[in-house]
């Protein structure tokens, strides 16, 4: 099988963290966007799609490429790593799995674990989350990936 992950992680690395893990699971390889080729991109028998929440939303930059992606059938899973709890009723991944499941991918899956997160009022007492994702985190993410795998 044939997995690429592509992923931004723009503040401390937990996103990059977790792909990482997923990508010795999956013996994929792990890309930003502005990395990503189409061409191996299409020819994956997997792709996943990751990034930090910021505001309660997936990064700008994962969200747009998947957007613009072209429409194609696929599998493909989501990932986020957030400071805070995701919310039931407004799951982080939910826009991303939309936008793929629209494009034609078979969404297999969303993973999302708790990470090191210093946004503005977190800042004042030197962060939340200081030592995650931690080695449960990364365990539950190796386990997500061989299910992927199957």
């Given at each position: 099988m044939k997995a690429v992950i592509v992923c931004v992680s723009v503040s401390h690395g937990n996103t990059r963290r977790v792909a990482g893990t997923?990508?010795?699971?999956?013996?994929?390889?792990?890309?930003?966007p502005e990395e990503s080729d189409p061409a191996e991109l299409a020819g994956a028998d997997l792709v996943g799609f990751?990034?930090?929440?910021?505001?309660?939303r997936m990064h700008p930059a994962l969200t747009g490429f998947v957007?613009?992606?072209?429409a194609r059938p696929g599998r493909a899973f989501v990932?986020?790593?957030?400071?805070?709890?995701?919310?039931?009723?407004?799951?982080f991944t939910r826009p991303p799995v939309r936008l793929l499941e629209g494009k034609g991918y078979e969404v297999s899956g969303t993973f999302v674990c708790r990470a090191f997160d210093t946004w503005a009022p977190f800042r004042l007492v030197g962060g939340i989350n200081k030592?995650?994702?931690?080695?449960?985190?990364?365990?539950?993410a190796r386990a997500f990936a061989a299910r992927l795998r199957g």
């Open positions: 997923m990508a010795e699971v999956l013996d994929a390889k792990v890309v930003s990751g990034s930090g929440v910021f505001h309660t957007r613009g992606l072209p990932f986020a790593t957030s400071g805070l709890p995701e919310p039931p009723f407004a799951p030592r995650r994702p931690d080695g449960a985190d990364l365990a539950a």
